[in-house]
């Protein structure tokens, strides 16, 4: 069973750079062209997809966040990263990662227990 | 403000059926599968349906989803008070540039 864990600093402050890890366990990035996903939800919101990275690396972003956001992925290491800059308070929000359920399938089936970011000075 | 539209809040007794829609256009909707996640409060959310009507492993047959031109409908048959939770529906969207996947913005469900 693919395992998902996010981690990075839970307060950032306004202006700077958010930057959060997810490492993936019993499961490979490297095999099968599963998407491998950014969602946030900030404090009594939908979810808002961020962005996913695909098979062999490739990403894709929300536009409305296109000019802050890099998602980049480590393949040695079975992890991915999202990285936000400059963040203001409306980026506050818990922040999970996720795989698709089967490979080509953009849907969010396993998911990270997320993990609260605060912007804030 | 989401690309598509759910109903708020709806709710049941236990043991009954509900429907929860979700609204969208021929953009995202009417051009795309369509997933459902239920989402209890301080957890992430659960993936309940996908490609329209697929559901994954584990997820009882009380779950059910359908799709018709520009909506979607997923509905919960013998309800029980451990369904109450928030629904979401998802789905790609071509409005703009490149595309986004979107989410609904989400319906409580309450087990009366």
């Known amino acids: 069973q693919v395992h998902l864990q996010e981690s990075g600093p839970g307060l950032v402050r306004p202006s700077e750079t958010l930057s959060l890890t997810c490492s993936v366990s019993?499961?490979?990035?490297?095999?099968?062209?599963?998407?491998w996903t950014w969602v946030r939800q900030a404090p009594g919101k939908a979810p808002e997809w961020i962005g996913y990275?695909?098979?062999?690396?490739?990403?894709h972003n929300n536009p409305f966040l296109k000019n802050r956001l890099t998602i980049s992925v480590d393949m040695s290491k079975n992890e991915f990263y999202l990285r936000l800059s400059p963040v203001t308070a409306a980026d506050t929000a818990v922040y999970y990662c996720?795989?698709?359920?089967?490979?080509?399938?953009?849907?969010?089936?396993?998911w990270g227990q997320g993990t609260l970011v605060t912007v804030s000075s | 403000q989401s690309v598509l539209t759910q109903p708020p809040s709806v709710s049941a007794a236990p043991g009954q059926k509900v429907t929860i829609s979700c609204s969208g256009s021929?953009?995202?909707?009417?051009?795309?599968?369509v997933s459902w996640y239920q989402q209890l409060p301080g957890t992430a959310p659960k993936l309940l349906i996908y490609?329209?009507?697929q559901r994954p492993s584990g997820i009882p047959d009380r779950f059910s989803g359908s799709k018709s031109g520009t909506s979607a409908t997923l509905g919960i048959t013998g309800l029980q008070t451990g369904d109450e939770a928030t629904y979401y529906c998802?789905?790609?969207?071509?409005?703009?540039?490149?595309?986004?996947?979107?989410f609904g913005g989400g319906t409580k469900l309450t087990v009366l």
């Open positions: 021929s953009s995202n909707i009417g051009n795309d599968f």
């Open positions: 998802a789905t790609w969207d071509s409005t703009i540039d490149s595309g986004l996947w979107v």
């Open positions: 990275t695909y098979y062999g690396g490739s990403t």
């Open positions: 019993g499961g490979s990035l490297r095999t099968g062209s599963f998407y």
């Open positions: 996720a795989r698709g359920v089967e490979p080509a399938k953009l849907t969010a089936a396993h």
């Open positions: 490609d329209n009507d």
